[in-house]
């Protein structure tokens, strides 16, 4: 047995999966996954680089949400594969530091990215003809760098706290990466203030944002209500139906371990809702907008005609 005591500068993960058979087969789902992941958001950022016709505001909004997913599935899975298969459970406290640091930051980012993509739907919908004005490159990269701001700002707020608070108990997290609610159970003294702090910032961060987006598709849904053009009523509820499905995938899994009580919370429970907000949502995201997005799929074969042109 490996004695993790307060004296440790490490921390102990102990992982998702059983050391049996069946957490075998689990692992090689879940990695198999994992590299579905990479490869769809990897290849739907650099998709929407190099297609000029994705060059619009809803595109880069896109492109970013992306790139939070590539970076959610590599901050947590590879170290999460290294502890099950090799046996090295064992994380540094910078690496601690890090995974903290880039879950929260994406957590805190993707909240006001989805409110600025809702944003853009209404103001597309809505203004059509004031778009170009409302929606023009500048108002689209201050968004990104304001969401991605307040992440990092607010991330290194939790990270500092966190990491240095004292730990008296085991440093065994019981968890597949450095999780802030996880690493509250065994830190030493009351912290009751501070995991009021953390559900504030979780309301800021969560309810704020989604309340912009209800309201915002509550009125885009009353204009496409009242369109006239069946063909334009159906573009306009394909593409809300697209960014409602990833506003859902967003939320549901966030709100039910951080806004729960901590007397109704259970580490196999949070385990198991992680993998879905860490493995499961990058997955999905790209497949909703490819399959359902014919801009998308032309610009994917656009992209693959120049890069493997046919021989005559």
């Known amino acids: 047995?490996?004695?993790?005591?307060?004296?440790?500068?490490?921390?102990?993960?102990?992982?998702?999966?059983?050391?049996?058979s069946l957490g075998l087969f689990l692992f090689t789902l879940t990695f198999s996954i994992f590299l579905m992941a990479l490869t769809e958001n990897l290849s739907m950022v650099l998709l929407i680089l190099l297609d000029s016709q994705l060059h619009t505001p809803m595109y880069f909004l896109l492109s970013q949400l992306s790139l939070m997913d590539l970076i959610y599935i590599c901050t947590t899975v590879p170290k999460m594969a290294s502890g099950f298969l090799f046996g090295n459970k064992t994380i540094s406290f910078i690496g601690c530091w890090v995974q903290c640091f880039f879950f929260v930051t994406l957590a805190g980012s993707e909240g006001p990215i989805l409110m600025s993509?809702?944003?853009?739907?209404?103001?597309?919908?809505?203004?059509?003809?004031?778009?170009?004005?409302?929606?023009?490159?500048?108002?689209?990269?201050?968004?990104?760098?304001g969401s991605w701001t307040m992440g990092a700002v607010n991330s290194c707020a939790h990270t500092v706290y966190?990491?240095?608070i004292p730990y008296c108990r085991s440093r065994a997290i019981d968890h597949f990466y450095c999780d802030i609610p996880a690493m509250l159970t065994l830190a030493c003294g009351d912290n009751r203030v501070y995991e009021y702090t953390l559900f504030l910032s979780s309301v800021l961060f969560l309810l704020?944002?989604?309340?912009?987006?209800?309201?915002?598709?509550?009125?885009?849904?009353?204009?496409?209500?009242?369109?006239?053009?069946?063909?334009?009523?159906?573009?306009?509820?394909?593409?809300?139906?697209?960014?409602?499905t990833l506003v859902a995938l967003y939320y549901v899994p966030f709100v039910f371990p951080y806004l729960r009580p901590k007397s109704l919370r259970s580490p196999a429970e949070d385990k198991l809702v992680a993998v879905f907000y860490t493995i499961l949502t990058p997955v999905l995201n790209p497949v909703i907008y490819s399959l359902r997005n014919k801009e998308v799929l032309g610009a994917l074969r656009r992209v693959a005609g120049r890069l493997c042109p046919t021989t005559m």
């Open 1 to 20: 047995m490996e004695n993790h005591n307060q004296t440790s500068t490490n921390f102990i993960l102990l992982g998702l999966f059983p050391p049996s």
């Open 117 to 145: 993509m809702a944003y853009d739907r209404y103001v597309a919908i809505c203004f059509p003809l004031h778009y170009p004005i409302y929606m023009n490159r500048r108002v689209c990269v201050l968004m990104i760098l």
């Open 162 to 164: 966190v990491l240095h």
């Open 208 to 244: 704020l944002p989604f309340t912009v987006i209800l309201g915002s598709y509550g009125k885009v849904l009353l204009v496409i209500y009242r369109m006239r053009s069946r063909q334009g009523r159906r573009k306009a509820y394909s593409t809300c139906s697209a960014h409602l």
